[in-house]
Structures are given as structure tokens and as C-alpha cells.
């Protein structure tokens, strides 16, 4: 079988969406087929532009391939008799942006009909599809607030599950992912106060350069200072994994995330419960209270009891336990994703 | 420098096509420019080309490259005001293949406007180049005899050269090149029936159908030569590439008017094996001079077989040739240095 994956680029960048399209490609031949990836450039400046890169979508003839996997706009509105849409992106600014009036469309007449042509093309090619899923739920609400469209969530699997292996507990609570006001980690620092004896390890970028002082200022006026470990930079994938292999439990308590969050498929993988809070948004998917981690109101108290709770060797070792079964009874992987996206 | 490779490929199909663009990338990255590799899925398709043509045309790099460099058709069609064209060939059905069997439409008004447009465009979206080269002199003659345009001819070096190794000159004629009818690998095969030294023959390379290879082996044995010819048709890995023309006699190359001299020539080259050729085979010779750096003789089995034989009964004349066509590559300029410069130019 030959599948191409066909997305959008914008040059030089290369950020998620790029390391997505890579490791389905590299996953589709792993499962045995013949597969590659093209991205044709796309820019949407003056909006009028738009029309064009739609017209160009449209004439690009695509021959040799017995499927072809669409990610984004324009993308997907390239024709094919056998497509499967796996939405990562529409036009936001069409969309979400326009309402929110943050668009490079303006709100004339004309920029109703672009808009108009845009959200048209997008219903044609999504009618045209094999079948269409979203690449997260947030994409997954707006195509069913503004395309009328219910279509299942397949989120990105872990990309590197190999270097989750697993390992000794020693003994300490890791916080990873990005360090900032929306991660809230001075409120885990705070709970700290309510666990005595629980180690803290956070790790991650921090999101501007005061961030490691703020923590370390609050640890020392706390009196925790001694059980918080602070490395905040980005870590290579070996490093991350190691501080996640040996760690006793994870914690992840952004407010109100759009997916389940890499750090908690990473420790889930890892054979690790994970702490969350009840506001966490969709890391709430699968963190299950007391079946994979436990979930706690959003206050130093309550996360200082769940810190205490999962110290416990062999209640953490239970929980982790179902959570690496959930992964995979939930096909959060790449084999299972990849089987979705042939079938 | 920004520098935006852009070609034209049928999607899944890899090929010399595709690795001129992704060789020069690493060349260009070596040299410390930022390159974004671009293909655009094409289809080989007569009826819809001008559409395809009319998109790629369309496409908006912004301000992201400095410069934009072209290879495959369409892709020289694309607008940027700092375009070089590196042109490999015209869609040669329209050009100068329309008046043989391989014209894939029927020569009818309808079809003839086609071509005439076609021809047109090419035209224009090579004259708004800044720098137009071609890959070899034959696509240079093209594009001066369709197009009324001068091409600078600039060879395609193969990637990392250093890696080819000479040993000794052994008893084997060895051929690395897809097995397609075109690349005329039964020319070969018969021309080894008709030899009167115990000389062998490797064919490797992959197949787009299996019909040729199944042709060939079905050749050799009705020759009664399963003994002395290896065929090998799958894709050769790049050292067992290496390993293959180390020790061989010489390499041979007999393709039907192909447009230039061909990877494999350059390889044995590299090799120190002079290539064994045919007259009619477009743009080899412009590599390989008879007698001086290789064998060009008619396209005949017994012409080749009477080449393949007196190489293998006169090992020093294989080596001296072989010697010689290392030399060529240096006297023609094929390399990644001349190549990045003109380029960039």
C-alpha cells in the first residue's frame, strides 16, 4: 500500500505539527507501507490570497498513492479517491479568530464571501473524505459548532514511547512540561507544605527567565526548600524520560488543557499514576480518580493529601499499572492510530 | 543565503529526479545556507498538465527565500523574483519525442495546440530565470532549439564521491541502474551470448514492473548463460553499490537516448571503471570518449560483445581507461564545489 501524507509548510518552521507529520511517516512505514510525506507552501496574506491557495489545492493531481492522509488547510482540500482527513488545522481565522475578531479577514461584504468560500471548500472536502477525524477536541467542537460535523478525536500518540520504560521509585513526585502561570507550579510547591517528607522534582522550559526565582523564593519562604528540586530548561527526551522512569508518581495541573497533555501520556506509559486537578480540562480524560492517578481540587491542601497518598510505593505501583493499560485499551498509539488512519 | 529547492515528483516514486534536490541540500546546509526542500506532487498526466502548471505558478513563497532554485518539470514554472533554473529536461513527449512511438496522445489539433502552449510557457518561465542551466549538453541543444534559449551546462556530481573505491579489475561487466526496457539492460544480455572469453555480467537495480526483469531472466535462460549473469533487481543499497564496481572489469551502460551521462557512468567513474556505451545513447558520450576513458560502439549485441571481450583479455586497458574516466569527472568540472557556485552565482 501507498499512502502520502500531505500537509502545509510554512518555511523554516518547524514546530509540532512538522514533528507530527515526521513520526506518522515514519509509524506508516514502520507498519509495514510505503509512505511519504509533501507539504505544499501556503500564505494567506492579503486574504484574497486565500482564494488562490484554495484554487491551487484543488489543482494539484496526486497519482501513485492508494491513500493519502490530509492534515491541514489547504491541504485537504487537495483531490483524491481515497482520503482520509486527520484535522490538525483549519483556517482559524475563518473561524474561531473570526468570531473572536482577531482575523486578516476583514468584515466587509468581501470578506464574508472569502470566508464564505473558505468554510464551503472545507465542508466540500470533508464530504469527499473516507473519513474525517479531529486532531484534538478543541478542533473536534469547532468542527461540529461551524461545520455541523461529529467526528471522533485521534489524538497524536507519545512519539517516542520506547524510552518510557519505566524503573525504580525513587521516591519522588515529578512535575514535567512547560514552567508557568498556566502549569501552576508555585500551587505544587504550596501543597508541599501539607505532604511532609513527599519530594518534588519540577522540569521543564520555563516560560520567561524569573521563573526558577519565584519558585525557589517561595520553597525558602515556605521552608520546603529542601524537597523541591528545580531544573528548568529544556531537557533532551533521554534526560526527561530518566527523571519520569524513576519518579514515584506524576503531577500535572494545568488549568483547563485542550488534549490529555504529552506529560501525562509520558508518565502513563511510564507505568506512573498521575496527580491532576479537577479543573485540568482534558488531562482529565484519562487521569480517573483512584484507577490511574488521583484527582484533586485545585488547593494546596487537597494536593498535598493526593502527594501523600501516592508516595505510597505500592498504591502508586497499582495505579501506574492500570494507567500504562489504559494507553493501550485507549489506542493511544501510534500502531492503533496508524490502524485507524488505513482502515 | 534562503534557499528554496523546488521540484516537481509523482508521489512515492524515488528516483535521479529526487536525489539531484536532496544531494544538493546537504551540500548547500554543508556550506552553512538555510534550504527548505520542496516537491510538489505532479501527475504525468498530458490532459491535466497545464492545470498543474497554471497551480504551480500560482504558488506565493513570500519573502521567505533569497533564492529559488528548479529542477523537474513544472516546477520551473513557480514565480520568484531570484529564480535559477537547473533544468533537467522538458516533459519530452511534447519535445522531441513526439514524433516517435513514445507520443502518448494522438497528433490531432486538439493535442498539437497542447504542445505548442506547453511549449510557450516553458518558454517564458525560463526566460524569467536569472541563471537557466541544464544538466547536460542535449538538454542544453533542447532548450536552444525548442525554446530559443541559452543553457549553461552544469554537470550533477554524485554524493559524497570519496566514498567509491578502486581495487582490482576482475572478470565482471557490472551495470547499477533501474531494470526498465529504456535502460536496454537485454542489450547486455545478449551481447554476454555472444562472447568468446568466460567475461560475467551483474545487472542490479529496481524495477518499476516486473514484466522487464521477468523478460531478462527469461532471456538469460533461454541463452543458457544462468552461470555467468547476475540478476539483481531490487534496490542496491549505496555500499553494496560501492562493493560492486570495486572490483569490477568495467562498467556498461546502453540506454536509449537518455538525456545525460547518466549516474551509473559517473559512479564507475568514481570507480576508476571506465563505461562500456552505445552510440545511440544521447548523453553518455559526452562523457565517455571511445577509446580514451571507455567504449562507445554501435547498438549492437555483437559490438558489445566484441567490447566486453577485449577488456577482459586486456586488464591494463581496462585500468587505463578506468584512470582516464576518473580524470574525466575533474576535466568536465563535476563537483559540488562548481556546482554551488554557478548556482549561486
Known sequence: MKVLVLTTRVPFIHGGAEELRDHLVANLIRHGVDAEAMSIPFTWNPAERLLDEMWVARSIHVTNADRVIALKFPAYLVPHHNKVLWVLHQYRQAYDLWDAGQSNIPDTPRGLEIRQMITGADDRAFAEAQAVYAGSPVSQQRLRRYNGLEVPVLPAPLNDPELFTGGPMDGYIFAGGRVGNAKRQKLLVRALQHAPGVRLVIAGPPESPGEADELRRLAAELGVESRVTLDLRFLTRPELATLVNNATAGVYIPFDEDSVGYVTMEAFQAGKPVITTTDSGGVLEIVKHEETGLVAEPTPEALGAAFRALSIPAKAASLGKAAQQLLEARELTWPATIARLLS | ?345
Not at chain 2, 559512479?267 to 552510440?279: K, N, P, Q
Open chain 2, 1 to 345: 543565503m534562503r534557499i528554496g529547492l523546488v521540484s516537481s515528483a509523482v508521489p512515492l516514486i524515488r528516483g535521479g529526479g529526487r536525489f539531484i534536490v536532496d544531494w544538493l541540500a546537504a551540500e548547500l546546509r554543508r556550506r552553512g545556507h538555510e534550504v527548505e526542500v520542496i516537491f510538489i506532487p505532479t501527475a504525468d498526466d498530458p490532459e491535466t498538465l497545464l492545470v498543474q502548471m497554471a497551480a504551480l505558478q500560482a504558488m506565493e513563497f513570500g519573502d521567505a527565500f533569497d533564492r529559488v532554485i528548479t529542477f523537474r518539470p513544472p516546477a520551473h514554472v513557480i514565480r520568484h523574483p531570484n529564480k535559477v533554473c537547473w533544468f533537467i529536461h522538458h516533459v519530452r513527449v511534447f519535445y522531441d519525442l513526439w514524433d516517435t512511438r513514445y507520443r502518448p496522445v494522438p497528433d490531432n489539433a486538439h493535442f498539437r495546440a497542447l504542445r505548442a502552449t506547453l511549449m510557450e510557457a516553458d518558454t517564458a518561465a525560463l526566460k524569467e530565470a536569472r541563471l537557466l542551466f541544464s544538466n547536460s549538453q542535449v538538454v542544453a541543444d533542447r532548450v536552444d532549439r525548442y525554446n530559443g534559449l541559452k543553457a549553461e551546462v552544469l554537470y550533477p556530481p554524485v554524493f559524497e564521491p570519496e566514498r567509491f573505491r578502486s581495487g582490482g579489475y576482475g572478470e565482471e561487466i557490472v551495470s547499477v541502474c533501474r531494470l526498465e526496457h529504456h535502460k536496454r539492460q537485454h542489450l547486455l544480455i545478449e551481447a554476454l551470448s555472444m562472447t568468446r572469453t568466460p567475461v560475467r555480467l551483474r545487472l542490479c537495480g529496481a524495477s518499476f514492473g516486473d514484466d522487464y526483469v521477468a523478460s531478462l531472466q527469461e532471456t538469460a535462460r533461454r541463452l543458457d548463460l544462468e552461470d555467468r549473469v547476475v540478476i539483481d533487481a531490487r534496490w542496491i543499497e549505496e555500499e553494496e553499490k560501492v562493493a560492486a564496481l570495486e572490483t569490477a572489469l568495467a562498467s556498461a551502460y546502453a540506454p536509449l537516448d537518455e538525456d545525460s551521462y547518466g549516474y551509473p557512468t559517473l559512479e564507475a567513474a568514481h570507480a576508476r571503471r571506465c563505461t562500456i556505451t552505445v552510440s545511440d545513447s544521447g548523453g553518455v558520450p559526452e562523457f565517455v570518449q571511445d577509446g580514451v576513458n571507455g567504449v562507445v560502439v554501435a547498438p549492437e549485441p555483437e559490438a558489445l560483445a566484441e567490447a566486453f571481450d577485449r577488456l577482459y583479455a586486456d586488464r591494463a586497458l581496462a585500468a587505463r581507461l578506468g584512470a582516464a574516466a576518473h580524470d574525466r569527472i575533474g576535466a568536465l568540472g563535476v563537483d559540488w564545489d562548481t556546482v554551488v557556485s554557478r548556482l549561486l552565482a
